[in-house]
C-alpha cells in the first residue's frame, strides 16, 4: 500500500518564473487535498478536490495559483509568476470516506519550494 | 470561522517521562473531529490520535492520550513514556464533520525528548 507521493521533493526557482507541482494520492481515495505551510507554521488550506471537481478554493489560493485534477486521480498545482512569498512547503493530502474515520486525511511528503 | 490555538511554541521532555501539549480551538459547530498530527524534521506528517466531538469518552492510542474538554473547548495531548523519536512537531487540527473538508491546524508546538 503506497501512500500519497509529491514530485518534486525541492525545488528552486527564479522571482517571475512558474512552477508546477504533482501530487499522486492513495489509489482508491477520491479526494485530493493542497495545503501551504510555511516555516514555523501550521498548514494553511488551499484547495480541494473531489474526483476531478474543485470543490472548494482559499483566499490565499491567488490567481497566479491553479491546480488540476483532470482524471480523478493525480493533481497539478501551478504557480505562475512566482514571488518571494510563495516560497514554502506545499502538502498534498488524500482522503477515503470510511465509516469509523470519516474523511482521514493521508499527508504526503511535501514539495519545498524555493523563490530567489 | 474556526480557529486552533496551541500556546506552547516549544517544550522539552525528559525521555521516559510524561509530556502534555495545550489546545484550544473555537467554533460555533457542534459536529466536528479533533485531531493532534505529528511532523517529526524532515518527515511527512502523520496522524498521532482521532476525538470525534460527540463521543465523551476520551481518545488513547498506547502511549498518546487526551484530554478533551467539550465546554472549553480544550484538546490536551499526554504522551506517556516518552521516546526519543517522539521529538517533532504537533499540531492540533479540527475538521468539521458536516463537509468533511479542510483540516484547519494549530502553529504547533515543538516535542524535543532530552535522552
Known amino acids: 500500500d503506497t501512500g500519497v507521493s509529491q514530485d518534486p521533493r525541492h525545488k528552486i526557482t527564479k522571482r517571475g518564473q512558474n512552477v508546477t507541482f504533482r501530487c499522486d494520492p492513495i489509489s482508491e481515495h477520491n479526494r485530493l487535498y493542497w495545503y501551504r505551510q510555511t516555516l514555523g507554521q501550521g498548514p494553511e488550506f488551499l484547495t480541494y478536490f473531489q474526483n476531478e471537481a474543485q470543490l472548494e478554493k482559499s483566499r490565499l489560493l491567488s490567481d497566479r495559483f491553479s491546480a488540476e485534477r483532470p482524471k480523478g486521480s493525480f493533481s497539478t498545482l501551478e504557480i505562475q509568476r512566482t514571488e518571494q512569498g510563495d516560497s514554502a512547503m506545499y502538502l498534498c493530502a488524500s482522503s477515503q470516506y470510511t465509516g469509523t474515520s470519516g474523511y482521514e486525511q493521508y499527508f504526503g511528503p511535501g514539495t519545498r519550494l524555493t523563490v530567489t | 470561522a474556526q480557529t486552533v490555538t496551541q500556546s506552547q511554541p516549544e517544550m522539552s521532555v525528559q525521555e521516559a517521562e510524561t509530556v502534555t501539549l495545550s489546545c484550544t480551538y473555537d467554533?460555533?459547530?457542534?459536529?466536528?473531529?479533533l485531531f493532534w498530527y505529528k511532523q517529526p524534521p524532515s518527515r511527512q506528517m502523520i496522524l498521532v490520535i482521532r476525538?470525534?466531538?460527540?463521543?465523551?469518552q476520551n481518545a488513547t492510542e498506547n502511549r498518546f492520550s487526551v484530554n478533551f474538554q467539550k465546554a472549553a473547548k480544550s484538546f490536551s495531548l499526554k504522551i506517556s513514556d516518552s521516546q526519543l523519536g517522539d521529538t517533532a512537531m504537533y499540531f492540533c487540527a479540527f475538521m468539521m464533520k458536516t463537509s468533511y473538508d479542510k483540516v484547519i491546524f494549530g502553529p504547533g508546538t515543538s516535542l524535543s525528548v532530552i535522552p
Open positions: 467554533t460555533s459547530e457542534s459536529n466536528y473531529y
Open positions: 476525538q470525534e466531538a460527540y463521543k465523551q
